[in-house]
């Protein structure tokens, strides 16, 4: 009798909490095209982190993209849909064939795992027919699908795509003719998804209100990130940046060791970064060609403080900089990236204030290094972080600086 008894408490007590999951089972309603609640045997939203891989690949990088979630699925997985704690998510959309942008293609959401046998598993959350990733609402429903779906103790994420750092979208690739027709556009471009002749890039600050939660870390495996402006824009957002103030060579991050890093224990982006600096630094010729560094935002006002005073006392020598004379991260004559610290020593700041602005900069990014030249740019002076350059600047891009950037909001940058 007490055996029995004990065995229908048990039975009870585990229907009990297997009624109250927010996970998902892996299979698809017909009618809505999403997975259907199931149960979950893990305190979800107390212990586990959920890394999520946003790979926006309907572009000039599909393929590339396609071989990064390739290695990601041969890297380590979680085991099974619940005997984990972690849980990575794929956010995918990437072409068939090289420049073929007219073919109707899905954003795709899914869970990567591992079964019991060690065999990688994709099991399909939710598809979004004819959806580009890169539009703010579109990306919004698909993280607030995964918010409500997966409770978490934290959440981190590593974004995969075309970038131009705090530039507004469509300016890098064409200048001229972005001033000629659009003036100062409330655009910046993260991320890049083509519908046939049409090419959706978010903006910077529609990007950090899409994500509803709280970042651990956000890593961009994406050219030109590495500015000051985009790392001050996330300080509320993610602990955690990482990114390349340079462009990022086309196999970017190691995805065949990532997850080792971001799913096991304590999620450590650092070592991401160091992965990928190794690897491209142990190449040859133009092959050895890398920037990365890693910001920790929560102690960038120390530097915005320090360098809106040092903006103000330099003002009229940053305005007349001659930018051949300064550190820069740019190709074809891209002059929208310069390196910071260079920027002002240039600008003739003293042993003592370089001082004070080195402490600052050690304080937020934990993390940096270069390979002595990336392609065709020798690396000379390198703080790890980017920063506009006015005097090689435009009226519009200085215009656009007043009105959309944070960074220049904290330091007055350009007045």
């Not at 999620?267 to 920037?291: E, L, M, N």
Request: charged letters at 25%; glycine letters at 4%.
């Amino acid at each position: 009798m007490r055996c029995a008894r004990f065995i229908s408490m048990l039975l009870a007590f585990m229907l009990a909490c297997l009624s109250c999951s927010k996970d998902p089972v892996f299979e698809l309603d017909s009618a809505t095209g999403e997975s259907l609640p199931s149960a979950s045997r893990l305190p979800s939203d107390e212990v586990r982190h959920v890394m999520i891989m946003v790979s926006a690949g309907y572009n000039s990088l599909s393929e590339y993209l396609k071989e990064d979630l390739k290695e990601l699925s041969q890297g380590y997985l979680p085991k099974g849909k619940y005997r984990s704690a972690n849980v990575l998510l794929v956010l995918s959309r990437t072409t068939d064939s090289f420049g073929d942008y007219n073919t109707s293609k899905p954003m795709v959401l899914y869970r990567l795992h591992s079964d019991l046998s060690g065999n990688a598993v994709a099991d399909t959350l939710k598809i979004w027919q004819d959806t580009p990733i890169c539009k703010a609402d579109n990306f919004n429903e698909a993280m607030q699908f995964i918010y409500n779906r997966f409770p978490a103790k934290d959440y981190g994420m590593v974004f995969s795509s075309h970038a131009s750092g705090w530039l507004p979208a469509e300016y890098y690739n064409d200048p001229d003719t972005y001033e000629y027709k659009h003036g100062a556009k409330s655009l910046r471009s993260i991320g890049q998804d083509k519908m046939g002749t049409v090419s959706y890039e978010m903006e910077l600050k529609e990007l950090i209100d899409a994500i509803p939660f709280k970042l651990s870390y956000f890593l961009l495996d994406a050219c030109l990130s590495g500015c000051v402006e985009v790392a001050y824009a996330f300080k509320d957002k993610a602990d955690i940046v990482g990114f390349s103030p340079t462009e990022v060579l086309a196999n970017g991050f190691d995805y065949l060791t990532i997850t080792q890093h971001l799913l096991m224990d304590e999620p450590d982006p650092v070592a991401v970064c160091k992965d990928y600096f190794a690897y491209y630094d142990a190449q040859t010729g133009s092959s050895r060609s890398a920037t990365i560094s890693v910001v920790d935002t929560r102690e960038m006002e120390p530097l915005a403080e320090i360098c809106e005073t040092l903006f103000e006392k330099y003002r009229d020598q940053i305005k007349s900089l001659n930018g051949n004379l300064v550190q820069g991260y740019f190709r074809f004559d891209r002059h929208f990236f310069y390196d910071l610290k260079d920027i002002l020593l240039k600008a003739g700041i003293t042993a003592e204030e370089e001082s004070a602005l080195d402490e600052a900069l050690d304080r937020c990014v934990i993390y940096k290094a270069a390979t002595p030249y990336f392609l065709s740019i020798p690396i000379n002076t390198y703080s790890g972080l980017s920063m506009y350059l006015p005097s090689m600047g435009t009226t519009v891009l200085d215009q656009f600086y007043k009105e959309q950037i944070s960074w220049n909001e904290a330091t007055k940058l350009v007045k």
